[in-house]
């Protein structure tokens, strides 16, 4: 099966194809697995190798409390839960990261998994640790493999979102995923494809930008592994026929380049490895060749102390064998956008046999090996020239968030990832005049390079000359081009047609930039239209709401720099213009109509008893109001641990909202004015129990509300209400109403249906 089998097709019509292989699930405990105090010796091993003078009192405290919150769960494959978490930490101490993400790493389950919370990781450990927990937390409940172009668009946006804030939460994210995928063979056929799916397309990409190519490489074959099952099981049977002839024939190279670098006396490591399944995979595939004919199979790999050792051994190398034509490459002097260095030749070996040979040194090595955790900036004792460059790994994140402010459209967010973000493409690296490197996505034109310049070289250029030759703007670009552009004043700016040539995301946002500046007064004069056609269909006097000091009030609102970019937005379909009127009516209700009846009410409430406190039925404590009646609102549930407040209401006293209720965060300013503070009673879960309601999204299948009411019944939960409807794509919308007693309860109940087979998602109402 190819991987655009799996981008386009079906996922239900995919997994019924791919059933046919009969995978089992293996149910039952493995005899050869480590024991949990095991993995957690070869974790200390692993960190005090790196960090000697740890404290690891963190970590040891860390392993007591995830052993405790996951006593009694088990994995699919039968193992103690405790395992995967350990399992997770090993990974991140193999990239040497500091112990606040190792402990995260080990505590990564236990919020949505078990009763603890985030508050409680906090006063434990730190606020730190509980805010890489949470964070982990919330990636893991974004689905990526949704159909949904919108839903997809948005986790990825809140994905990125959560990068930016700090690196680290994704780090733990990509060793829980590895973990997972090195035992995905105890999941359900349909998971093991779910899970790789994703992995192939969002996660190794990741891995590859941050330069891991130590988790990058094992995510990308484990991945190949469940998704096109035959093809790799057919690769590893070919590369392994010839195994042995090729790993002694490396043993000879190796030992042949030894010799030589001995002789020169230049101090070097060297050793050969046969390449990992993806990559070969991806050669055949792209270059549509097969295995016998991919040059670079095996690779030998020298490490030397300097840059200038790289170049002396790359001259030995020349020497001994002769070079294939066209296949150097030089990412020591152009590093790739992920900052990895090497020198890559491809040689005729001495039996006529090509190879390919990489030479670093032993810091290019590190980096090639672990990215951006080579050198993190947590670390100690980390200088500025460094972290200087390991931020400049994250530029392309920085680039990320601001194509999420340039564009509310999600496919075209989307093509952006895809296409910009390198996490499908390659790069061409082509000169300036001046010596200058810029990096493109594959397939860009001068007008790419142009505005990779700056954005005034790109609205001015008129023409453009490759290696001296004038050439069409619209040519491809070749690594190793040196480009000209050539601009004029009297240049009348970008072509529309330019949007259809160009292949990197920043010139697209800046043509279209231009666009919308240049065509400014044509949608402001278009927005006034919209305005008073809008009020002309509603029988709105639109002169009363014109005020200055309303039309302030709205460009505020939306953020705009003033009336004028307003209009343009609503113009070119930024906002809508109902939008516009109904904040400009609101504005004028405010100055001008009263609202008496609230008023009277908050004066009437305070005036009981000012400083008072009424403890009232539901275990609420009303702060200064007594003797009046308190319900729980319908549209959020609000449940003991949930933040409240209450809202005074006209004859029907007092309701509680949570204080992410929709209903709430939407109320006008003067609804806002009967809002009042209200807290749980600290015997309000003993005493009571609160309806609640989820939403619970699920490819729909037969036994599902089964499973989902079983783990109710088995909690002694009391369910009061079951709405379940299924679209025509077969998505079932689960709606549950139950009692319950805390917040904590329902993150239980929620962790266990997220483990029923075909759940996609689960959400609390909100209004």
Not at 557 to 568: Q, R, S
Not at 613 to 637: E, L, P, T, W, Y
Request: aromatic residues 8%.
């Amino acid at each position: 099966m190819h991987m655009e089998e799996m981008r386009d097709g079906n996922l239900e019509e995919v997994v019924k194809k791919h059933n046919k292989e009969k995978r089992e699930i293996n149910l039952t405990t493995p005899a050869d697995f480590t024991p949990p105090k095991e993995l957690y010796k070869e974790l200390i091993s692993r960190i005090l190798t790196y960090h000697p003078s740890t404290d690891i009192s963190m970590i040891e405290k860390a392993y007591k409390v995830a052993d405790k919150a996951h006593e009694g769960q088990l994995r699919k494959s039968g193992e103690p839960y405790i395992m995967h978490p350990l399992n997770v930490a090993i990974i991140l101490a193999e990239l040497e990261l500091d112990k606040e993400t190792i402990v995260a790493g080990i505590l990564h389950d236990v919020v949505e998994d078990t009763v603890m919370t985030s508050e409680e990781i906090a006063a434990e450990f730190s606020e730190e640790v509980a805010f890489l927990v949470e964070g982990v937390t919330k990636l893991t409940q974004l689905k990526m493999t949704t159909d949904k172009i919108e839903v997809q668009a948005e986790n990825l946006r809140k994905m990125f979102l959560s990068m930016a804030k700090d690196i680290r939460v994704i780090l733990i994210k990509l060793a829980d995923r590895l973990h997972n995928l090195r035992t995905l063979q105890y999941q359900s056929p349909a998971k093991q494809i779910e899970k790789a799916r994703e992995t192939m397309d969002i996660y190794a990409p990741i891995a590859h930008r941050l330069g891991i190519s130590k988790i990058k490489v094992e995510l990308d074959d484990l991945s190949m592994k469940y998704l096109m099952p035959e093809v790799y099981a057919d690769l590893k049977a070919q590369i392994d026929e010839k195994l042995y002839e090729r790993e002694a024939y490396i043993k000879r190279v190796v030992a042949d380049v030894k010799q030589h670098i001995d002789n020169a006396k230049l101090e070097a490591e060297i050793d050969g490895r046969v390449k990992h399944f993806f990559s070969i995979y991806k050669k055949m595939k792209n270059q549509n060749k097969t295995l016998d004919q991919i040059y670079d199979i095996f690779a030998v790999r020298i490490k030397v102390n300097t840059v200038r050792d790289c170049y002396f051994a790359l001259g030995i190398i020349h020497e001994m064998y002769k070079p294939i034509p066209g296949r150097f490459k030089d990412y020591i002097a152009m590093p790739k956008s992920n900052m990895y260095q090497s020198l890559h030749t491809t040689l005729i070996g001495p039996e006529g046999q090509p190879f390919e040979i990489q030479i670093r040194t032993y810091d290019m090595h590190r980096t090639a090996e672990y990215g951006i955790a080579a050198h993190w900036k947590y670390k100690e004792n980390i200088s500025g020239t460094v972290m200087q460059k390991e931020e400049e790994k994250l530029s392309w994140l920085r680039q990320i968030l601001e194509w999420q402010r340039d564009t509310d459209d999600n496919k075209e967010f989307m093509s952006f990832i895809k296409t910009d973000l390198d996490l499908f493409t390659d790069q061409v690296y082509c000169f300036t005049p001046a010596g200058d490197v810029k990096n493109m996505p594959s397939g860009s034109t001068p007008i790419d390079f142009a505005y990779a310049i700056h954005t005034a070289v790109g609205n001015k250029m008129v023409g453009a000359r490759i290696n001296g030759r004038q050439v069409p703007i619209d040519t491809k670009l070749s690594n190793g081009d040196r480009v000209e552009i050539i601009t004029s004043q009297n240049s009348t700016g970008p072509s529309r047609d330019w949007l259809n040539i160009v292949k990197s995301t920043q010139a697209k946002t800046k043509i279209n930039q231009w666009f919308k500046h240049q065509f400014k007064d044509e949608n402001i004069n278009r927005g006034k239209e919209l305005i008073l056609s809008y009020c002309k269909s509603k029988g709105i006097d639109f002169s009363i709401y014109s005020k200055p000091e309303y039309l302030e009030k709205v460009t505020k609102k939306y953020n705009f720099a003033d009336w004028d970019a307003t209009m343009a937005a609503v113009g070119h379909g930024g906002i809508k213009e109902g939008q516009v009127i109904n904040k400009l009516i609101e504005e004028y209700d405010k100055v001008n109509k009263t609202a008496p009846d609230d008023t009277q009410i908050l004066e009437e409430y305070s005036a009981k008893k000012p400083h008072a406190s009424s403890h009232n039925q539901g275990g609420i404590v009303v702060k200064g109001a007594d003797d009046v009646a308190v319900r729980f609102s319908k549209c959020c549930s609000p449940v003991p641990g949930d933040e409240i407040v209450g809202f005074i209401t006209r004859g029907r006293g007092i309701s509680i909202h949570r204080t992410d209720c929709v209903n709430v965060l939407c109320m006008c300013e003067s609804d806002r004015n009967r809002i009042i503070d209200a807290e749980w009673q600290e015997d309000a879960v003993a005493a009571n129990t609160y309806f609640t309601e989820i939403n619970i999204y699920a490819d729909d299948r037969n036994g599902i509300l089964f499973d989902i009411t079983k783990i109710l019944s088995e909690m002694n939960i009391n369910v009061s209400s079951i709405n379940s409807r299924t679209s025509k794509q077969g998505k079932a919308t689960i709606t549950l109403s139950f009692e319950i007693k805390s917040v904590e309860q329902l993150n239980s109940i929620i962790a266990k249906i997220r483990n029923v087979e075909s759940i996609i998602d689960i959400e609390r109402t909100v209004g």
